[in-house]
């Protein structure tokens, strides 16, 4: 068999106990996925009618981001009503029609719940803010300024933690003469989950949504909701300005408390939903609790190890991973969450650049390394992710200029970086590499201009090789990076072995080759995979050379591979099945 050609069905794995364990999700970033109305800006109708893109694809699952009404200070994971659709998305009837057009299709959907932080212009926070007497005032956390200190002046913060969005995580409300919490930008006021009420009015707002028919959520940065109670100061890094506050706001005291009433007071009785939390920072014993379904809080969790594996000092200062380091961090975690819990797989999402640039090798060997890179995720234990483009290879944007950049964390950072008389090129060097923005440049339909996203102008620049990467050329085309994903997609639909069976990494001649094996019963697959631009031996041991002789590829990015021992081309991929 060559390249990806394989028959993909319609096995429909929400219909098994634990579904999600055999289905594969695709997020999808809506200001960049399709517009309808040509303002340049995504839309829910303009997602309704790329539908049968997904359904070609043969993803099982929806994650939409944050399409609720917005300032959109953080493109919309800012909150300022949970239960209304952004004007600029469309509206709650055009929502309804979307998920039962998902429905229809056999697909579920899940949401974006951002409830660590909301708008500051939500009516809870312009009630907390309204004065120290207000009933909402504890609804956020507010502190006085440090003791000894006038309201203000820097260095008078209640703490000294950095924001993750540059700056301090403190804001001063003048009128009352207290700050306000955030731990990303200032328009995001986190909440306090420590008070009751909150937890409740987040409880309610989630059954509204479950009771209109969403599968599920995508829970952000869900692992930061319960701070330490005396708000500690933090380490001052060597060279920087603020404390690193993180081990005291990321895995608080009562978090596993409320993980489990919100699967009492939320979840329970409701069926197979599937719930997901992204938690920056969390370890392997962590996210084994998370996920251990004897705790009853979360499926699984988004761990960060792997996409912080290039970051010196500080993520826009990144180096070339060695052969070797991706593999070990999948390695590791797979033998970590083995026994107890369960893996998200991910490459990218909206936070992350386009894994092809940043893993692969987008220059001599875009294909190459695009197909090798989803082979070696999506054969591994757990749950894929595909975010919107990556089934497509889409790469970072050559994006020079401060003015080609959008989001709020890359202007802050570059602000921040003039401010302390760094070189302008050195900072946008930095963001070439590691900006979230190359995740949302729009999706690369068509070769037409503005990639046949918008008929307007689009709300950020559209990548220029969308010429020769996008959609309309990889259909149907069985060495495409689209058909290799429907080939992994189907795969896993198709062969218990793949979502079930257990994963033992075996040893390799050269660094740079990802080896495992799968077994489940009398099922038993063999994954090769050379993630470097050079070629290189599998030289796995004799054992397993003798048990494979002779084996036929089920699935490869190159032709041939019918040797399991051959040597590999740069970013070749074979699975084997016995």
């Known amino acids: 068999m060559s390249h990806s050609?394989?028959?993909?069905?319609?096995?429909?794995?929400?219909?098994?106990?634990?579904?999600?364990?055999?289905?594969?999700?695709?997020?999808?970033?809506?200001?960049?996925?399709?517009?309808?109305?040509?303002?340049?800006?995504?839309?829910?109708?303009?997602?309704?009618?790329?539908l049968d893109h997904l359904r070609r694809l043969g993803v099982d699952v929806i994650w939409l981001s944050p399409i609720y009404r917005s300032p959109q200070a953080d493109n919309g994971y800012d909150i300022s009503d949970y239960q209304q659709?952004?004007?600029?998305?469309?509206?709650?009837?055009?929502?309804?029609?979307l998920l039962a057009a998902v429905h229809a299709r056999g697909m579920k959907l899940v949401?974006?719940?951002?409830?660590?932080?909301?708008?500051?212009?939500?009516?809870?926070?312009?009630?907390?803010?309204?004065?120290?007497?207000?009933?909402?005032?504890d609804w956020y956390i507010w502190r006085p300024p440090r003791e000894g200190c006038v309201p203000g002046e820097p260095g008078s913060e209640p703490t000294n933690w950095e924001s993750f969005f540059s700056g301090p995580t403190w804001t001063l409300d003048e009128t009352s003469g207290e700050y306000y919490l955030h731990l990303f930008a200032s328009k995001q006021p986190d909440l306090n989950w420590d008070n009751p009420d909150v937890r409740e009015a987040v409880y309610t707002m989630m059954r509204w949504w479950l009771d209109r028919g969403v599968d599920g959520f995508r829970m952000d940065v869900i692992n930061l909701i319960s701070k330490h109670p005396d708000l500690p100061d933090g380490l001052v890094p060597e060279g920087k300005t603020h404390g690193d506050g993180f081990p005291h706001f990321s895995a608080g005291p009562r978090l596993h408390e409320y993980l489990r009433e919100m699967r009492r007071e939320v979840f329970d009785g409701r069926g197979a939903l599937l719930t997901v939390g992204e938690t920056p920072g969390v370890t392997k014993a962590e996210a084994a609790l998370f996920s251990d379904p004897s705790r009853r809080e979360l499926d699984m969790v988004f761990q960060f190890e792997h996409v912080s594996l290039d970051h010196v000092d500080g993520k826009f200062r990144s180096r070339r991973l060695e052969p070797g380091e991706l593999a070990d961090s999948f390695a590791e975690w797979q033998e970590a969450l083995a026994t107890v819990g369960w893996n998200s797989l991910y490459l990218s999402n909206h936070d992350q650049p386009r894994p092809v640039t940043r893993f692969g090798d987008a220059g001599r060997w875009w294909r190459e390394s695009a197909t090798a890179l989803a082979t070696a995720l999506h054969m591994q234990r757990g749950t894929p992710y595909i975010y919107q483009g990556e089934e497509l290879g889409m790469t970072n944007a050559p994006f020079r200029d401060i003015r080609d950049y959008r989001d709020v964390e890359s202007l802050n950072y570059y602000a921040y970086a003039m401010a302390r008389g760094e070189r302008p090129e050195e900072v946008i060097e930095g963001l070439q590499a590691m900006s979230r923005d190359?995740?949302?440049?729009?999706?690369?339909?068509?070769?037409?201009?503005?990639?046949?996203?918008?008929?307007?102008?689009?709300?950020?620049?559209?990548?220029?090789?969308?010429?020769?990467?996008?959609?309309?050329?990889?259909?149907?085309?069985?060495?495409s990076v689209f058909e290799h994903y429907r080939a992994l997609i189907d795969l896993r639909h198709r062969l218990p072995v793949v979502a079930d069976g257990d994963f033992v990494r075996l040893d390799t001649a050269d660094p740079a080759v990802f080896a495992f094996e799968r077994n489940l019963g009398d099922e038993h697959l063999l994954v090769l995979v050379n993630l470097s631009s050079e070629p290189a031996s599998p030289g796995i041991p004799a054992r397993e050379r003798t048990r494979w002789r002779g084996a036929e590829p089920i699935l490869v990015n190159l032709g041939g591979g019918s040797d399991p021992d051959a040597a590999l081309a740069p970013w070749e991929a074979r699975v084997y099945l016995r």
């Open 5 to 50: 050609e394989i028959l993909v069905t319609d096995a429909d794995p929400a219909a098994t106990p634990e579904w999600w364990k055999s289905a594969v999700v695709y997020q999808i970033y809506p200001r960049s996925f399709q517009d309808s109305d040509g303002d340049g800006v995504g839309d829910l109708r303009g997602i309704l009618g790329r």
């Open 85 to 97: 659709i952004d004007s600029v998305f469309g509206t709650l009837d055009d929502f309804d029609e």
């Open 111 to 137: 949401m974006d719940l951002v409830v660590n932080h909301t708008s500051d212009e939500h009516p809870w926070f312009l009630q907390s803010r309204a004065g120290r007497d207000s009933p909402k005032r």
């Open 438 to 479: 190359h995740a949302r440049t729009p999706v690369q339909w068509d070769g037409t201009e503005n990639a046949g996203f918008t008929g307007g102008s689009p709300w950020i620049g559209v990548n220029p090789n969308h010429a020769t990467v996008n959609a309309e050329r990889q259909y149907g085309d069985g060495s």
